[in-house]
């Protein structure tokens, strides 16, 4: 299976849908230690019907960082060949970062007494 292109201008939870080449420049983006688990999630949704249910990590085309959640279900041709993927992702960056800093207050805390 082949990815498409992510513009830089698409808002984060927009509906996308990968053909071609995009899917490889999406895989091509993920953080290289999240990358086996979304292949995996991948080929277990397009193998085996698993629903396909991902958080991971990415880098925007800017080079930030990026916490991701994603959900897509792959469409089939007659054949049941799958022909493209579609889904959404959200940005859950600034979850992730205000998940974090609780974490390290309540250790603080913790310490303090």
Known sequence: MKTAEIPA?????????????RMFEFMDRLVPEDRPRVEEALSAHL???????????????????????????????????????AGTVRDITDQRTLEA???????????GH
């Not at 193998?47 to 916490?67: C, K, N, V, W």
């Not at 609780?102 to 913790?110: D, G, K, P, R, V």
């Open 101 to 111: 800093r609780l974490l390290q207050a309540e250790s603080i805390a913790h310490i």
């Open 47 to 85: 193998d085996h019907g698993t629903p396909y249910e991902i958080e991971y990590e990415l880098f925007h085309e800017s080079g930030r960082r990026l916490a991701i959640a994603a959900q897509g279900l792959v469409a089939r041709d007659a054949s049941g060949k799958p022909t493209r993927m």
């Open 9 to 21: 201008s698409m808002p984060i939870g927009t509906k996308v849908t990968l053909r071609g080449d």
